[in-house]
């Protein structure tokens, strides 16, 4: 995985802190634009949020999608809503909301939990701006963005060699209030891509970072800002 086990203790909306003795800083694989902040709290609602959710007087969250990042013939990267994710090295994958605020950036909290620890952690194992569990299961990370054409996005995590199958969880607050809770599958363990080289052997494709953004989400489309 490119990219925190600490207890999760299930919640309704709010967000419970919780010490982070013994947790391991992670790198993640994000995008340019957050402005991160050290992890700092675990959270869990008890069931998905009901949207649209007003967070504050001038914040509602109308929509929340999770997907991943297609990439065109023509190189665009487009955004696909899915709970199926293929087990694919570098697949990137990640959330979208739809936002009516007349804040120019917000602040987001993510909590991604995997069915069994991966093989490694890859590049994020050593970002200060994420954390991983004491039991390597899940990491936790938080920021902030902006607000894109009524849109807030992240697109951080990549699928590598040695992630597990099986049932993922991902959860997301906004300002400090949970707003979705995405469950997706991996249907089976992430092998090594294959590549050829120049003198016909054949190599393990490196651990590779879901592609650095800034993003920007438009009609369904991904693109730089």
Same mark, same amino acid.
């Given at each position: 995985?490119?990219?925190?086990?600490?207890?999760?203790?299930?919640?309704?909306?709010?967000?419970?802190?919780?010490?982070?003795?013994?947790?391991?800083?992670?790198?993640?694989?994000?995008? @340019?634009?957050?402005?991160?902040?050290?992890?700092?709290?675990?959270?869990?609602?008890?069931?998905?949020?009901?949207?649209?959710?007003? !967070?504050?007087?001038?914040?509602?969250?109308? *929509?929340?999608?999770?997907?991943?990042?297609?990439?065109?013939?023509?190189?665009?990267?487009?955004?696909?809503?899915?709970?199926?994710?293929?087990?694919?090295?570098?697949?990137?994958?990640?959330?979208?909301?739809?936002?009516?605020?007349?804040?120019?950036?917000?602040?987001?909290?993510?909590?991604?939990?995997?069915?069994?620890?991966?093989? /490694?952690?890859?590049?994020?194992?050593?970002?200060?701006?994420?954390?991983?569990?004491? /039991?390597?299961?899940?990491?936790?990370?938080?920021?902030?963005?902006? !607000?894109?054409?009524?849109?807030?996005?992240?697109?951080?995590?990549?699928?590598?060699?040695?992630?597990?199958?099986?049932?993922?969880?991902?959860?997301?607050?906004? @300002?400090?209030?949970?707003?979705?809770?995405?469950?997706?599958?991996?249907?089976?363990?992430?092998?090594?891509?294959?590549?050829?080289?120049?003198?016909?052997?054949?190599?393990?494709?490196?651990? *590779?970072?879901?592609?650095?953004?800034?993003?920007?989400?438009?009609?369904?489309?991904?693109?730089?800002?």
């Amino acid at each position: 995985m490119r990219g925190p086990d600490i207890t999760v203790v299930p919640l309704n909306t709010a967000l419970v802190i919780l010490a982070v003795a013994g947790a391991v800083p992670l790198a993640a694989c994000g995008q @340019e634009q957050s402005t991160p902040h050290k992890p700092q709290a675990w959270f869990h609602p008890a069931a998905a949020p009901r949207l649209p959710l007003r !967070v504050a007087a001038d914040l509602v969250v109308k *929509r929340a999608q999770f997907g991943i990042l297609e990439t065109t013939s023509e190189g665009e990267e487009h955004f696909v809503p899915a709970k199926d994710i293929p087990a694919e090295d570098g697949q990137v994958f990640g959330w979208v909301l739809d936002i009516d605020t007349s804040r120019s950036s917000l602040h987001w909290q993510e909590h991604l939990k995997l069915p069994r620890p991966p093989a /490694d952690w890859g590049d994020a194992a050593s970002d200060p701006d994420v954390l991983i569990a004491a /039991d390597g299961r899940s990491v936790a990370s938080q920021g902030d963005d902006l !607000v894109e054409d009524g849109e807030l996005s992240r697109f951080y995590w990549a699928l590598a060699p040695g992630d597990p199958a099986g049932d993922y969880e991902m959860d997301v607050a906004v @300002e400090g209030k949970a707003v979705a809770h995405f469950t997706f599958r991996v249907s089976a363990p992430v092998q090594d891509k294959p590549i050829l080289v120049s003198n016909g052997s054949r190599g393990s494709a490196a651990r *590779r970072r879901a592609s650095p953004g800034p993003w920007r989400i438009g009609a369904g489309t991904i693109a730089w800002r």
